[in-house]
């Protein structure tokens, strides 16, 4: 059975959940992560080599999953191919084969911790933690000192990693941040200074955006919330019109919004800052409409919907998870319905499982296009096929030829320097091509048109970070 038809099957067992309005009951919050493994009921369902695969694997990615992912999201009938089950299971393949082997070796015989912990540390090195210059290039300075659980990449809008929202309610397995999750507190940005944050933000008016993120904020309670948010309704914050909430909680832990004991609170929260005039936008992690269709992931939709804030979706495209256009448009499609905006598709990010994830640029390019006619105008707000990279982030806008060269068309949506943004330009075709620096300049460009520029930027942005 293809992926299209399994996820069809579902769907035709599931209710209309809108057209249920029983009560949404309490659940208990109850996570497992890679040392509780053999305790996860339905882990049962797999052979003795699934589970010794996935137990391998989860000493190098990160590894939690809750119970409402467990029983509401996967479809154990479908495992190993349910795209929910490839979210938050590490797989075999995930690994190199030889880092598979040489972990899988040592667990067999029972290694000590001592033996083990240097080669995992080993493999995650090797798997690019810390992508697109994230530790050098984004962190910002105030008076000369480094902000480190801050990021200022573009002009309008700073990054902000509460130190209480540096985990998730679960963990993708494609996550670009996995590093921050394994334990290696070197690699962890992250701030408890709302002062600082809002003296930052007030010397900077050119910052309109302000960007919470993570792991993922809404795991913080509601009163830590408030400790960064309220300020910003402070006239010398006025500048900072948009609040960005990057979250993946409407997935993992809708009852966030509905149930748990300060949801109240947090909603309260969204709508006073709507009220003193921020624009709220509560950027919503998707990767598969299965996750929008229990009865309560629609209902904390609703709610924050009603707020007066609103949600905007964006989500990588992922081999085994979401790779087809009908997928895409589903989802895209069942976000408007709910009253969500599609903004971004993302391009898989080269750390991590990138080799099992990754969808070469054209096929991107494909899944994209297709999706896209196959909805409304409505929902055709999602941009990309975007790579996040160094420079900034790049759009595949098609391939075409010009003068019988065939090339890709690429333009920047978000640049290091805001004069890249908009100008297309042009790589030469590379069907295997997965990120940007697979791509060369096209039509007898020996360079691509920004990067003296970025050489540049880099430059002066090393030689900050080190004075
Ligand atoms: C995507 C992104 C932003 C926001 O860019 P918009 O184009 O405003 O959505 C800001 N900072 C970083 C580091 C980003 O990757």
């Not at 990615?61 to 992912?69: A, C, G, K, T, W």
């Not at 509905?258 to 709507?274: C, F, G, M, Q, S």
């Not at 003296?452 to 430059?459: G, L, P, S, Y």
């Amino acid at each position: 059975m293809t992926f299209e038809e399994a996820s069809a099957c579902l769907a035709v067992e599931h209710d209309d959940p809108q057209t249920l309005d029983a009560p949404i009951q309490a659940r208990r919050f109850k996570v497992f992560t890679d040392r509780q493994l053999d305790t996860i009921p339905q882990l049962q369902h797999l052979s003795e080599s699934q589970r010794f695969d996935i137990k391998v694997v989860s000493r190098v990615l990160p590894f939690r999953v809750n119970e409402y992912v467990l029983e509401e999201l996967i479809n154990w009938q479908q495992v190993p191919d349910d795209p929910i089950f490839r979210l938050v299971f590490p797989q075999r393949e995930m690994l190199a084969p030889e880092h598979f082997n040489e972990l899988a070796e040592l667990m067999r015989r029972e290694a000590p911790a001592s033996e083990m912990a240097p080669v995992i540390s080993r493999i995650r090195a090797q798997l690019n933690p810390h992508p697109a210059g994230q530790m050098e290039l984004n962190v910002p300075h105030l008076d000369g000192e480094p902000l480190p659980g801050m990021q200022h990449k573009y002009r309008e809008t700073v990054l902000f990693f509460p130190s209480q929202g540096q985990v998730c309610h679960s963990y993708c397995t494609f996550c670009f941040r996995w590093a921050q999750f394994v334990g290696d507190s070197e690699l962890r940005f992250a701030s408890s200074e709302a002062g600082q944050l809002h003296d930052y933000l007030a010397r900077h008016p050119e910052v309109t955006d302000l960007l919470m993120t993570g792991g993922d904020p809404m795991v913080m309670k509601a009163r830590h919330l408030r400790g960064y948010l309220e300020g910003l309704t402070r006239p010398e914050l006025a500048h900072v019109r948009n609040i960005r909430i990057g979250s993946k909680s409407l997935t993992f832990w809708p009852y966030r919004f509905v149930t748990d004991p300060d949801a109240d609170e947090v909603l309260a929260l969204l709508r006073e800052l709507v009220d003193a005039g921020k624009h709220v936008a509560f950027m919503a992690h998707f990767n598969h409409w299965r996750e929008m269709e229990t009865p309560v992931c629609r209902e904390a939709i609703r709610r924050i919907r009603a707020t007066g804030a609103q949600i905007r979706t964006q989500a990588p495209l992922l081999h085994h998870i979401n790779d087809s256009a009908d997928v895409w448009a589903r989802m895209w499609t069942t976000q408007v319905q709910l009253g969500m905006v599609p903004y971004y598709m993302f391009v898989e990010r080269d750390t991590g499982a990138q080799h099992y994830f990754e969808v070469p640029l054209v096929k991107a390019w494909e899944i994209y296009r297709q999706a896209m006619q196959r909805v409304s105008g409505l929902a055709r707000t999602a941009r990309g096929p975007s790579m996040s990279a160094d420079p900034g982030k790049v759009e595949i806008q098609g391939v075409t030829e010009i003068n019988g060269e065939k090339v890709f068309v690429l333009r920047f949506i978000q640049g290091r320097d805001p004069d890249w943004v908009q100008r297309p330009f042009f790589a030469k075709f590379d069907a295997n091509a997965t990120w940007l620096p697979d791509l060369k300049p096209a039509l007898g460009a020996r360079r691509f048109f920004f990067e003296q520029d970025f050489a540049q930027i880099k430059e002066e942005k090393l030689a900050l970070a080190e004075a």
